[in-house]
């Protein structure tokens, strides 16, 4: 007789289920993974679970969750996941997805921020606006789903500037789906501007630090434009967080990472999967406890307290897990 080595709640029933993460090997596949194991450990005989990539920007995984070809899902950031329910926004071409349901949000301190190497003298948006510089400007594309491209145009538009303009300067758009892939052309000399989010990446710390992009301060208003747009907060990176820049730099909060599932989820299963995420969370800490907290790409520790508190509904078993845990009051 096997010896039951992994504690907690068990349901009998055989699941097998469909999980998506990123492009393949960022963090989102790490997380499933820790996810995969804990809930299979712990559900009936034979339990599977399937890791999925995807090829654009996100909006496919929600898409796969909300029609029932996918199970589970994790996008970030958080707070633009609320348009999902009434189809605002990048959903509106889908529709409102009512069914959508959070089991958790897992914290990643994260922003979105424009940098121009230095040559140009671009020391504010208003230098932007008046100089028109020819740059070479690399985001994240605005199609397919993406949500960084979406958020960077309109973090662009909000400033009084548009991707046409950028042209029209005699400059050049370019553009891809992943942050390591826009901030590699930087490196490689291939782009003169990057605005782009995965601040804390050393990606980021290299170029800021070596000199080879400044960064440029959002400005207020619209950084409130945004906010009432896209519901995501404005937020300043603190001087100091690169070592030789000592500027505060306001830029656009693109925080947390939501893990989604549709209301129609067998509740044991949520409730079993929203167990795993709390009471295994030092399985997953200590995959990243070797990067200070401030510059890891899963902030850590985790806070229970903190988990439940999801842009989209709680599914009722994760709700009912919160509530016995006492983590609600």
């Known amino acids: 007789m096997t010896k039951n080595m992994h504690p907690g709640p068990r349901i009998d029933r055989t699941y097998r289920l469909d999980f998506i993460g990123d492009w393949g090997q960022a963090n989102f596949h790490r997380i499933m993974s820790w996810l995969t194991q804990e809930f299979c450990d712990r559900a009936g005989p034979r339990s599977r679970t399937r890791i999925s990539s995807v090829l654009g920007g996100g909006l496919e995984a929600l898409t796969e969750v909300h029609e029932g070809a996918a199970d589970l899902c994790l996008v970030t950031p958080h707070l633009l996941m609320a348009q999902a329910l009434t189809g605002e926004g990048i959903f509106a071409e889908l529709g409102a997805m009512p069914n959508l349901r959070a089991l958790a949000v897992l914290p990643q301190v994260d922003r979105m921020m424009l940098a121009v190497a230095p040559e140009f003298g671009i020391e504010s ?164 406890a070797h990067i200070p907290p401030d510059r890891s790409p899963l902030s850590y520790p985790l806070q229970p307290k903190k988990m439940h508190r999801t842009a989209l509904p709680l599914h009722p078993g994760a709700q009912r897990f919160y509530e016995e845990a006492g983590l609600l009051s």
């Open 125 to 288: 948006f208003e230098d932007l606006r008046t100089k028109k510089p020819a740059l070479r400007f690399v985001t994240s594309t605005d199609v397919e789903g993406n949500f960084i491209g979406y958020v960077a145009t309109r973090f662009l538009a909000a400033h009084g500037i548009s991707r046409d303009m950028i042209t029209e300067w005699g400059g050049e758009m370019i553009t891809a789906h992943r942050p390591d892939e826009c901030l590699e052309l930087v490196r490689l000399g291939k782009a003169d501007a990057v605005l782009q989010e995965a601040i804390m990446t050393p990606w980021w710390r290299n170029l800021v630090e070596s000199g080879q992009m400044r960064p440029v301060p959002a400005e207020e208003a619209p950084l409130e434009a945004l906010t009432a747009e896209l519901g995501m907060p404005a937020a300043t990176i603190p001087a100091g967080y690169w070592s030789g820049y000592d500027t505060p730099v306001p830029a656009l909060d693109f925080s947390d990472f939501i893990i989604v599932v549709r209301d129609d989820m067998p509740e044991e299963v949520a409730h079993l999967l929203t167990w795993c995420l709390v009471e295994t969370r030092g399985a997953i800490e200590q995959q990243y």
